[in-house]
């Protein structure tokens, strides 16, 4: 079993930056992948990307591209998601998961952003 747990949510101004932490316990492989999606109120859960732990490469969904950045502590076993020039539609519910093939098996209780103007 893997356990997941973000941190990093808050208030933020539009415009600033927040950076999320997902700490990943358990029976982790290095082959595993490790992706952030969110979800706002009355919408699906978005995708906003993923990273392949062993190799550090990322892939983002075009919504986040060039403001988002996923990143990898090996030795503290945490998943990254740096987020910046923050807007009010990027407030949600951000939660970071984990697959080790084709289905996103392993979820973490989530953590709220919310973004004023």
């Known amino acids: 079993q893997v356990q997941l747990v973000e941190s990093g949510g808050g208030l933020v101004q539009a415009g600033g930056s927040l950076r999320l932490s997902c700490a990943i316990a358990?029976?982790?492989?290095?082959?595993?992948?490790m992706g952030w999606f969110r979800q706002a109120p009355g919408k699906d859960r978005e995708f906003l990307g993923r990273?392949?732990?062993?190799?550090?490469?990322?892939l983002y969904a075009d919504s986040v591209k060039g403001r988002f950045t996923i990143s990898r502590d090996n030795a503290k076993n945490t998943v990254y998601l740096q987020m910046n020039s923050l807007e009010p539609e990027d407030s949600a519910v951000y939660y970071c998961?984990?697959?080790?093939?084709?289905?996103?098996?392993?979820w973490g209780q989530g953590t709220q952003v919310t973004v004023f103007s």
């Open positions: 358990g029976r982790f492989l290095s082959s595993y992948v």
């Open positions: 990273i392949t732990w062993s190799s550090g490469t990322t």
């Open positions: 998961a984990g697959r080790r093939l084709q289905n996103w098996d392993y």
